[in-house]
């Protein structure tokens, strides 16, 4: 069972992904998280996109793709929570090669569907609340970056809504709600789509 969780920045993949973690035992990629923590371990890969994460923009498809390469050759059995992976259509058509070279296949794609003033009010009140609580505050978690961020998910990410819609694997869920409520939902779409 694999699954991309697809949305704007701030409509819940992380958080979401984890619970599909806790309740399916799937194995969350996270492109993002593996981005910090190559910053954090200092290599020089780390060093060259931490920059331009910060910013907003992408880092480049290269990177990504050779991050869930490594992830996608080690394999498991109760499959893979894609969460901001693909984020370009060059990424979608090299996550499906992947998939296939690997013996996987693609068997959702939900796309979390959430308002523009909702995110923004998300994230400055993620980062708020870290600052207040003396907790490291993410370098692209302020207004200036956010929007290059929205910008860079409506140019580059939207289009894959339309690339999994032709292919007959999207699906989607109003991410406005409780976290439960979506968590419940999302679940049951996921079993759903692997019977
Ligand atoms: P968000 O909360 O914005 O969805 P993520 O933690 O998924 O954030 O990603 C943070 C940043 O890491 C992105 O703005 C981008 O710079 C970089 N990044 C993560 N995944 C990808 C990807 N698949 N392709 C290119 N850049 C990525």
């Given at each position: 069972m694999n699954v991309i969780l697809l949305g704007?920045?701030?409509?819940?993949k992380g958080t979401q992904a984890q619970r599909l973690v806790d309740t399916h035992g799937m194995v969350q990629l996270s492109t993002g998280d593996m981005l910090r923590a190559a910053k954090a371990s200092g290599t020089e890969m780390g060093n060259r996109v931490a920059e331009v994460m910060a910013r907003g923009e992408l880092v480049t498809d290269e990177i990504v793709i050779g991050l869930i390469e490594e992830k996608l050759m080690e394999g498991n059995s109760a499959g893979f929570i894609f969460d901001?992976?693909?984020?370009t259509l060059a990424q979608a058509d090299a996550l499906g090669a992947l998939l296939e070279k690997t013996g996987h296949r693609l068997d959702a794609v939900i796309a979390l569907e959430v308002d523009d003033e909702i995110l923004v009010n998300r994230i400055v009140g993620r980062a708020e609340e870290a600052r207040a609580a003396g907790q490291p505050v993410r370098a692209d978690d302020n207004a200036e970056s956010l929007k290059l961020r929205l910008t860079e998910y409506y140019k580059k990410t939207a289009p894959l809504l339309g690339y999994f819609h032709a292919k007959g694997v999207l699906q989607s869920i109003?991410?406005?709600?409780s976290i439960e409520v979506i968590a419940t939902e999302l679940s049951g779409m996921v079993k759903g789509a692997a019977t």
């Open positions: 704007p920045p701030g409509a819940g901001g992976f693909p984020r109003d991410a406005m709600g």
